[in-house]
Nanobody, 125 residues
Framework: QLQLVESGGGLVQPGGSLRLSCAAS????????IGWFRRAPGKLREGVSC???????TYADSVKGRFTISRDNAKNTVYLQMNNLKPEDTANYYC???????????????????WGQGTQVTVSS
């Protein structure tokens, strides 16, 4: 059974950092594009970042320079390092896996087949 499990969310003050993890079980992430998405209350889900099987990464303009995505295939895990967090980063963060993501740079969610349950990130003083 394919499963993605996010962890690392929590409450942090503005300017703080968190590292989210997306651990896969039941399949190997090596050949997948992994995306991070978020949904804030009252808003649509939006793409945050993704990393292809070759290691190419894409970031939403709102997080460029603050977030870094990486993958450790040996641990079957993808990470999202989030620095200089802002209140507007508050959301439920999801990771997703797609085997045939044709246009990863669009950060569209339609090509991702498997999703985790999400982890809550709250940025507040």
């Amino acid at each position: 059974q394919l499963q993605l499990v996010e962890s690392g969310g929590g409450l942090v003050q503005p300017g703080g950092s968190l590292r989210l993890s997306c651990a896969a079980s039941g399949f190997t992430l090596d050949y997948y594009t992994i995306g991070w998405f978020r949904r804030a209350p009252g808003k649509l889900r939006e793409g945050v970042s993704c990393i292809t099987s070759s290691g190419a990464s894409t970031y939403a303009d709102s997080v460029k320079g603050r977030f870094t995505i990486s993958r450790d295939n040996a641990k079957n895990t993808v990470y999202l390092q989030m620095n200089n967090l802002k209140p507007e980063d508050t959301a439920n963060y999801y990771c997703a896996a797609g085997l045939k993501v044709v246009a990863p740079y669009t950060l569209s969610d339609i090509e991702y087949e498997d999703w985790g349950q999400g982890t809550q990130v709250t940025v507040s003083s």
